[in-house]
């Protein structure tokens, strides 16, 4: 079982950046593989970006390609989304997820969430 909290989101202006993190209250971090996702209002939750084990391995939806950067330190067990050329279609609330032995764009294969942290970017 791990719990994991998000921090880091905010408002910010279109074409800006931010930094999120998911600190995770285990410390078999390491164990589990990770994800971002993301909510808009009146939308599903969507995939943004998934991470394996070690850190060799990262997935992002299309949308993000480019400009956002998921990564982690297992030694801080911190996971970590790094938002660059923002947009307002960005907007959302951004929640990590870890699994047990899935990698990848699906949310349901996903064993723990986080609160979720609000994205907001303004045009």
């Known amino acids: 079982q791990v719990q994991l909290v998000e921090s880091g989101g905010g408002l910010v202006q279109s074409g800006g950046s931010l930094r999120l993190s998911c600190a995770a209250s285990?410390?078999?971090?390491?164990?589990?593989?990770m994800g971002w996702f993301r909510q808009a209002p009146g939308k599903e939750r969507e995939f943004v970006a998934a991470?394996?084990?070690?850190?060799?391995?990262?997935y992002y939806v299309d949308s993000v390609k480019g400009r956002f950067t998921i990564s982690r330190d297992n030694a801080k067990n911190t996971l970590y989304l790094q938002m660059n050329s923002l947009k307002p279609v960005d907007t959302a609330v951004y929640y990590c997820?870890?699994?047990?032995?899935?990698?990848?764009?699906?949310?349901?294969?996903?064993?723990?969430w986080g609160q979720g942290t609000q994205v907001t970017v303004s045009s």
């Open positions: 997820a870890g699994g047990n032995n899935y990698v990848g764009t699906r949310r349901e294969r996903y064993d723990y």
């Open positions: 991470i394996n084990r070690s850190g060799t391995s990262t």
């Open positions: 285990a410390s078999t971090f390491s164990s589990y593989t």
